[in-house]
């Protein structure tokens, strides 16, 4: 059971705006930089954002994150029908001494 | 570019053992951090272990933890993961992937292979 907890699902319309949470604590998101994932079906994970609002090389703007305490969110906007995928965030948990931790994982669906 | 190509993947029976390598290329291996991700049918992804660049430095999830090891060999560019003990419940996709930096802590992971499945089964 993982130690940070998304939304299992959200949805919108093509154009709009969704919004992904990912709820943590002091000893993970609280204490350490948090990244982003998306998983297309049937593909590896890549990375959307790292260092909490940071985004790699080729990533589109319409993707942004934001922490704040022991919360972490993912931000699209203009949604297109290439991001109906699953959202993962993922960070370090200093009191697990076991390593990274993923977030439950949250589905995009574009209506 | 980057590449991680792992291999090593299969059926096995329950309290077998196997092991995984990840072979890395387009960039210097000892500089980074590596770590195995697993995602089980269906469901989402599990950290399973991570090691520093120099391999001095590993964890492991709980879930494997005195069942998998996790170790490198800078020299041959390779990521291994021991399994031993497998349950039904390892049974699972396996993705290597790259952290951007040396540290073990280093939880952003650019580049990923393209995984390989592990089936544990009777």
């Known amino acids: 059971q993982s130690v940070l907890t998304q939304p299992p699902s959200v949805s919108a319309s093509p154009g709009q705006k969704v919004t992904i949470s990912c709820s943590g604590s002091s000893s993970n998101i609280g204490n350490s930089y948090v990244s982003w994932y998306q998983q297309l079906p049937g593909t590896a994970p890549k990375l959307l954002i790292y260092d909490n609002n940071k985004r790699p090389s080729g990533i589109p703007d319409r993707f942004s994150g934001s922490k704040s305490g022991t919360s972490a969110t993912l931000g699209i906007t203009g949604l297109q029908t290439g991001d109906e995928a699953d959202y993962y965030c993922?960070?370090?948990?200093?009191?697990?001494?076991?390593?990274?931790?993923f977030g439950t994982g949250t589905k995009v669906t574009v209506l | 570019e980057v590449q991680l190509l792992e291999s090593g993947g299969g059926l096995i029976q329950p309290g077998g053992s196997l092991r995984l390598s990840c072979v890395a290329s387009?960039?210097?291996?000892?500089?980074?951090?590596m770590s195995w991700v697993r995602q089980a049918p269906g469901k989402g992804l599990e950290w399973v272990s991570v090691?520093?660049?120099?391999?001095?430095?590993?964890f492991h999830a709980d879930s494997v933890k005195g069942r998998f090891t996790i170790s490198r060999d800078n020299s041959k560019n390779t990521l291994y993961l021991q399994m031993s003990s497998l349950r039904a419940e390892d049974t699972a996709v396996y993705y290597c992937?790259?952290?951007?930096?040396?540290?073990?802590?280093?939880?952003?992971?650019?580049?990923w292979g393209q995984g390989i499945l592990v089936t544990v089964s009777s």
């Open positions: 992937a790259k952290s951007q930096t040396w540290y073990s802590s280093d939880t952003n992971l650019d580049y």
């Open positions: 993922g960070t370090w948990d200093i009191s697990l001494n076991t390593g990274g931790v």
């Open positions: 090691t520093g660049g120099s391999g001095a430095s590993t």
């Open positions: 387009g960039f210097t291996f000892s500089s980074y951090a």
